[in-house]
């Protein structure tokens, strides 16, 4: 991934969490911060004083928040981290004198908070920083007794080179370039995961939950809230809280956030817009932990101010404008649905609540159920990239739903969904925002291997078959009907969806010529059939090397034995799905766990989902190459400037990343290499080749993606060319975000025309850990 020119000095103070959960603020130390920083390093043991300073003087205090904050060397950062508004560490770096891509990195740490990873986190921001800055590595140096501090360098996901003299240990470690960060950006993921499942326990795992504004009167979102969490049987402490009411159905009522008997960890706010803000900051002041806020009807203004509050007093927050959260294992259900979710193995995240409601309906009829929901409304906080790295961990999740209408940070959610991707299913609706946002929207998906469904009904179609059926492991499709048209229709559709009807051969063909009428392609049992000769060949069909799923398509008559027993009763080795042609559900289970369907197309599209899913799973991720003969520091000096370049200027920029133009046109069939730089989703590579076959991928691009984006382009006379082309068009657009649009006209192997558009843009880290 790459790292060079993706951040900028952050001058606004951002939020992140530790390791535990806590919420820090980081910030660039100020000259009012003296005092603060002068007396957190006074208070600091003579044993931590020694460990940072080398000395015991008690002037190293002063001296160093001189430095850091009133003296600081040109070119130098000090960053702040503070918990509750209370100096928690600083870290800084100084470049060398002689050498200014190199700096020198220095950390200290409040006393109290050693072992909550505010160090590690405070050194991923001086990377970013650092980065922005063109310094290429860092240096440090420690006293060998120093272990804490050299557990954060060894940790860090870097690597380090140490030399020892006199009892003190010199560290240097490169920081992330192209083509070699995914060891770092892996640390720095896995350590934002457990700092956020840390903090998402509040919500999903409360040990106690407080319901503010419920209504004595029945009917009201807050009473329809608390009544919930109470009929489901949720164990841990239940407060509520109403001014205007002494008791709710029994509960006591307390008059304000202030009187909870403790913290709570969680605290649903169900009141008026207008009295949102001063609840939330009650909350705060008694050290609730998180929050969800049904209340719709906040502005923009008050959406800043609550965000603010929760950011303030480290609350983790849900909404505004939700349906609320359940977790139906805990007996935990803090919505206001008419009906409680069946605990099951399916995460659920949305942001209209309504259709979430419904489908966690669907999910609990069909018995695969709900292991945890979140409708998180105008999601100024808690996302569905969040809600990935929950269940990546709950120990619970084995399919995970997300209906998201929009990204905060598509590259780190395209990041993490990949990952998470490679375990479990992820599945979504594709919705309709126009051509261009939802093909980028699709590439987005296709990339992460997130099953992309069509609408509704077809996200629960294929929930029910990934949620109770083993991935296939290739696209070749057994079909057995007792309906001959039936499996026709079967077979037409696996054809329109890029599967392979098998055709049985050899002794597994003459065994089922024992057992039905038509065994060449679709096998036809013909309607008077047995449960036991259905059940053989469905098991004999299974039991093929060259079949990697089945459909069993059925019509129950007065002639047949009992074929939906027959299903459940197959040992089935593979995938099965089902169609009952006279059912009226699109899709319900059999014995809770077959997938059987209306129509035979519902089948085979929830299973070429399914097939889709195991070819991405069981393909090789690639390598994103590093290019060493790339000129990335001439480059930045050509697009320092606004507009379209000019003829040489976009030639001798091409050169840069070795893409040379050819003087004449050279014969082969035209192709097309277009950059996008999407300012949100990042940099789109797409590959035009003749009138229609069109592909897209965001880049980074690995060698992998490469060879996809020319899969249809088989005429082209030299693909590696042009492979090798798309990695250096890739590595541009990524070390370069100030090219907006990039077109390529290309004759064969050579680039015979380029258009290249620029801007001034200062971006932002997109894997950064901090809080939005």
């Avoid at 969806?497 to 013909?526: D, I, K, N, W």
């Avoid at 003969?629 to 040489?648: N, Q």
Wanted: glycine share 8%; hydrophobic share 45%.
């Amino acid at each position: 991934m790459s790292m060079a020119r993706e951040v900028s000095e952050p001058l606004d103070p951002v939020y992140a969490l530790l390791a535990d959960g806590t919420t820090v603020e980081i910030r660039p130390a100020v000259p009012d911060d003296f005092d603060a920083v002068k007396a957190m390093h006074d208070a600091m043991s003579p044993d931590n004083s020694y460990l940072r300073f080398f000395n015991m003087s008690r002037l190293s205090g002063e001296i160093e928040a001189r430095r850091i904050c009133r003296n600081p060397a040109p070119g130098s950062t000090a960053l702040l981290a503070l918990a509750d508004g209370e100096l928690a560490g600083v870290a800084s770096y100084v470049p060398s004198r002689d050498r200014p891509d190199q700096a020198e990195v220095a950390f200290a740490v409040a006393d109290h908070m050693h072992h909550k990873g505010i160090a590690t986190l405070l050194l991923e921001h001086l990377v970013s920083l650092a980065r922005s800055q063109q310094i290429a590595t860092f240096r440090a140096q420690t006293l060998s007794e120093n272990k804490a501090m050299l557990n954060v360098f060894a940790g860090a996901g870097l690597p380090v080179k140490r030399r020892y003299a006199e009892g003190v240990i010199e560290l240097t470690f490169p920081l992330p370039v192209q083509g070699d960060s995914d060891s770092y950006l892996d640390a720095v993921a896995e350590r934002e995961r457990r700092a956020d499942v840390a903090s998402l326990r509040h919500i999903f795992a409360p040990q106690s939950v407080a319901v503010i504004g419920a209504s004595r009167r029945r009917g009201t979102v807050g009473r329809a809230i608390l009544d919930n969490v109470r009929a489901c049987g949720y164990g841990g402490r239940l407060y509520t809280v109403n001014p205007r009411a002494r008791q709710i159905g029994g509960e006591r009522c307390l008059a304000s956030p202030l009187d909870l008997p403790e913290p709570a960890d969680l605290a649903v706010i169900a009141l008026p817009a207008g009295k949102v803000l001063d609840v939330a900051e009650q909350c705060g002041q008694r050290g609730v932990r998180s929050l969800v806020v049904v209340t719709s009807g906040l502005d923009a203004a008050q959406n800043a101010d609550l965000l603010a509050v929760c950011r303030r007093h480290g609350m983790r927050l849900v909404g505004p404008d939700c349906f609320g959260v359940a977790v139906p294992g805990i007996g935990l259900d803090a919505t206001f649905a008419v009906r409680p979710a069946r605990p099951g193995v399916t995460g659920l995240v949305m942001q209209s609540g309504g259709l979430g409601f419904a489908l966690v309906d669907h999910l609990s009829r069909l018995g695969i159920g709900i292991s945890s929901f979140a409708s998180v409304g105008d999601k100024l906080d808690v996302s569905g990239n969040d809600m990935l790295l929950w269940w990546e961990r709950d120990g619970l999740t084995r399919l995970a739903v997300l209906y998201i209408e929009s990204f905060g940070n598509p590259r780190k959610f395209a990041r993490t969904a990949r990952r998470v991707s490679c375990a479990m299913p992820v599945l979504t609706v594709l919705a309709d925002h126009g051509e261009d946002s939802s093909g980028v929207a699709l590439a987005l998906f296709e990339q992460a291997g997130i099953i992309t469904t069509r609408g509704f009904g077809e996200l629960v179609e294929a929930a029910a078959l990934l949620a109770t059926q083993p991935v296939p492991a290739g696209r070749t499709v057994a079909i057995v009907s007792n309906v001959g048209s039936a499996g026709q229709l079967a077979a037409d559709a696996c054809a329109d969806r890029g599967l392979s009807v098998h055709h049985p051969h050899g002794q597994a063909r003459r065994r089922l010529r024992t057992l039905a009428r038509a065994v060449t392609g679709p096998v036809e049992t013909g309607a008077p059939v047995s449960a036991e000769a259905f059940r053989q060949c469905l098991e004999l069909l299974a039991a093929d090397d060259e079949v990697d799923a089945v459909v069993a398509i059925v019509l129950p008559t007065g002639a047949t034995g009992d074929l939906e027993a027959a299903i459940q009763q197959a040992d089935m080795p593979k995938p099965l799905a089902a169609v009952v042609l006279t059912q009226p559900e699109s899709v319900r289970l059999l014995g809770d766990r077959v997938p059987a369907y209306g129509s035979p197309e519902a089948a085979v599209r929830a299973l070429a989902h399914a097939a889709g899913y195991g070819t991405w799973r069981a393909a090789s991720r690639g390598q994103v190459p590093a290019l060493p003969d790339v000129r990335t520091e001439d480059a930045r000096a050509l697009v320092r400037t606004s507009g379209w370049l000019g003829p040489a200027q976009a030639a001798e920029l091409l050169r840069c990343y070795g893409i040379p133009l050819a003087d004449l046109a050279p014969p082969g069939p035209p192709v097309k290499v277009r950059v996008a730089g999407d300012r949100v989703f990042g940099p789109l590579v797409t590959v035009e080749a003749g009138d229609s076959a069109r592909t897209a991928r965001f880049t980074p691009l690995t060698d992998v993606d490469a060879a996809y984006l020319t899969s249809r382009d088989r005429s082209h006379p030299d693909l590696d060319v042009l492979q090798d082309l798309l990695l250096r068009v890739s590595r541009l657009a990524d070390d370069l975000p100030e090219v907006t649009e990039l077109d390529l006209d290309l004759g064969g192997p050579a680039v015979i025309n380029a258009r290249v558009m620029v801007e001034p843009y200062q971006p932002q880290d997109p894997f950064l850990r901090k809080l939005r």
